[in-house]
């Protein structure tokens, strides 16, 4: 006789192991936004690098925009909220961005590029996301693709919690952004106030959500009550449990299988080794820093 053993998974609940609120920082050429995270010391994000903030009505915050400048090794995930911005690349290519939509660009072997907002008023509030790519594809052929509101599935959950999925999937609902190479998961979750809900996430990824709107318990022991502009990084296991009381919550979360690689990072360019990034540096002051040519 054959026995057979069925394993049933222990649930194990993932505890909040650090809360930061976003700091408040100025890129491009004079931006004034606020850092989430990129490059923190003694917590390990990986596969992601950076999550920038940008949030204001007044113009004289964002108008100077991001000119031109290079990316190599890593990709990019620019989420508008609210407002409008202007891609262009070294290559020809071209695109506008608004409230609702998503550009997605793998800087691969290189780019040089501007963002530019194109608006004088109003409210702005948009995320950038860096994510690393494996060395293996750090040279990679550079691409970017711009993604209309209609592309953004949105799942409800007993009308309480709604999940917008921008990329990776839940409930069998994939988001457009697809073939980011380190395959993450990014949601844009809605939860009602005085309401629960869970998230089941494999337990080697890395696990954290920033804060957009409200507040929330992000772990069983509630010790907790986290508001608007805060990053929140778990510990390991296989499910998120958060829990609202009296606001409504929006939060970003993002999970990921780490790469496990090392991270040679100097600005806009990301490598495993330094003479990596004094390769790419000369080749920007030599003009040989694009090796890909590609349009869309
Ligand atoms: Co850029």
């Known amino acids: 006789m054959k026995l057979t053993i069925k394993y049933r998974m222990e649930n194990i609940d993932r505890k909040v192991k650090y809360i930061a609120k976003s700091v408040p920082a100025i890129d491009g050429a004079g931006v004034r936004l606020k850092r989430a995270f990129g490059n923190l010391r003694g917590v390990n994000l990986d596969p992601f690098l950076l999550l920038d903030d940008i949030h204001s009505n007044d113009p004289s915050d964002f108008i100077a925009g991001f000119p031109w400048h290079p990316h190599r090794g890593m990709e990019t995930v620019s989420y508008l909220v609210h407002g409008k911005f202007e891609h262009e690349d070294s290559l020809g290519n071209k695109g506008t961005i608004k409230g609702g939509e998503i550009q997605w660009m793998t800087a691969g072997s290189g780019i040089i590029h501007q963002e530019m907002p194109v608006q004088y008023d109003g409210l702005i509030r948009g995320f950038q996301l860096w994510v690393n790519l494996p060395s293996k594809h750090k040279m990679m052929k550079p691409r970017y693709q711009d993604i209309k509101r209609a592309e953004i599935k949105d799942v409800a959950i007993d009308n309480s919690v709604s999940?917008?999925?921008l990329a990776?999937?839940?409930?069998?609902?994939?988001?457009?952004v697809r073939d980011i190479i380190s395959d993450p998961t990014y949601l844009d979750i809605h939860i009602d106030q005085e309401n629960t809900f869970e998230y089941e996430v494999p337990t080697d990824h890395t696990a954290m959500l920033y804060v957009l709107e409200g507040e929330g318990y992000f772990d069983k022991t509630r010790e907790k009550l986290v508001g608007h502009d805060n990053l929140v990084v778990f510990?390991?296991?296989n499910r998120i449990s958060m829990q609202t009381k009296d606001k409504d919550l929006r939060f970003l979360l993002m999970t990921g299988k780490p790469i496990n690689e090392p991270v040679a990072w100097q600005g806009p360019i990301v490598m495993n080794t330094?003479?990596?990034l004094r390769q790419a540096f000369g080749e920007l002051q030599t003009g040989n820093f694009i090796k890909h040519e590609y349009r869309n």
């Open 168 to 176: 990776g999937s839940y409930n069998g609902v994939s988001g457009p």
């Open 274 to 276: 330094q003479d990596e």
């Open 235 to 237: 510990d390991e296991g």
């Open 163 to 165: 999940v917008k999925v």
